[in-house]
């Protein structure tokens, strides 16, 4: 009897295993199928590409991560990467590099505790609050600019993006691996990062227990904001512009990054480990499109077809 119920302990944890890291296991299938359809997927300058590529979208992915987990979404993330590279491009002949930064940054965490105050304070569902946000940030990115993108002039400024550790290893990987550790000591870890979860499962088991839901619910916008300016800083420098249209494709791939990494879009179940698969798979599947000469139409095809059958198969494993 105790070896059936030992048995049935070591199938349930081994299940468990195979839910959780799912994505990871087709990851590698699709890895391999890259590198049998063209040798030059896996050499060192394309992998390079790759992180390059997959670093924004995931920084943004996190943030999108902690606010789905809440049981809320963010569909002002792209919006808020072009308005605060617009900004930051008009302000940094004035104010320098470092200041500049620091404007935009609070900006764009003001931005997140607006749309969080909204919601919590008059009861809005949070598609409805920020999705007219993007509207309304979208419109103001291209007012300002009159459409034009806006050029940046300070060589210094372009080494966000353009530099690297040891000539190797380039800043923006290094600042989603930051952000990934960051987010995973928070959520697992830290007092509040349990709350999230908390919040996510049944706010109003929630509020039973002492959590300040509303002012909660704002950080985790506000931290988003400021995540996604962070971002638009980054691509500003890469572009070396400000650009109404820059965030334009961000929201796709944040969302269906978290989706594909396991997260409920209920909230309250998922993590930023499942979101990291999410986007490594997004991002090497795009490159391998790429490589073998797909048209962006028919990518765009593939690329929904093949994420619609990742999700049923993650639902079906859950």
């Given amino acids: 009897m105790q070896k059936r119920k030992n048995l049935i302990l070591e199938n349930t944890k081994i299940r468990n295993l195979v839910r959780k890291y799912l994505i990871f296991l087709i990851l590698i299938v699709l890895l391999i199928v890259g590198h049998l359809s063209d040798p030059m997927f896996i050499t060192l300058r394309n992998q390079k590409n790759i992180m390059l590529n997959f670093s924004v979208p995931f920084i943004l992915s996190i943030g999108q991560t902690m606010v789905i987990l809440t049981g809320g979404i963010d569909l002002s993330i792209g919006s808020v990467v072009s308005l605060t590279g617009v900004t930051l491009a008009f302000i940094l002949p004035k104010t320098g590099i470092l200041l500049g930064v620091i404007i935009v940054l609070l900006m764009g ?11 919590s304070r008059f009861k809005i569902l949070p598609f409805l609050v920020t999705l007219s946000s993007m509207i309304v940030y979208e419109g103001l990115a291209f007012i300002v600019t009159g459409s034009v993108p806006v050029p940046i002039t300070i060589p210094a400024f372009y080494k966000i993006d ?45 509020k039973l227990a002492g959590i300040k839901v509303n002012r909660l619910k704002i950080g985790i916008y506000m931290l988003n904001g400021f995540i996604a300016a ?32 396991g997260t409920s879009l209920m909230g309250g179940q998922g993590g930023v480990i499942g979101t990291l698969g999410g986007m490594l798979l997004m991002v090497n599947l795009k490159n391998i499109l790429v490589l073998n000469d797909v048209s962006i139409y028919i990518q765009d095809a593939i690329r929904g077809v093949i994420i619609l059958i990742s999700v049923i198969a993650l639902s079906k494993a859950r």
């Fill in 109 to 119: 965490g003001a931005i997140g505790a607006l749309n969080g105050y909204i919601i």
């Fill in 162 to 206: 353009y530099g690297s550790i040891f000539g190797v290893i380039p800043l923006p990987v290094i600042y989603s691996a930051i952000t990934f550790i960051l987010s995973v000591i928070f959520l697992n870890y830290h007092v509040i990062g349990r709350r999230v979860y908390q919040l996510g499962n049944d706010e109003k088991t929630a």
């Fill in 230 to 261: 962070f971002c638009g800083i980054i691509v500003a420098s890469r572009i070396k512009l400000g650009a109404p249209t820059a965030g334009k494709g961000f929201l796709f791939d944040s969302i269906a990054a978290v989706c594909l990494g």
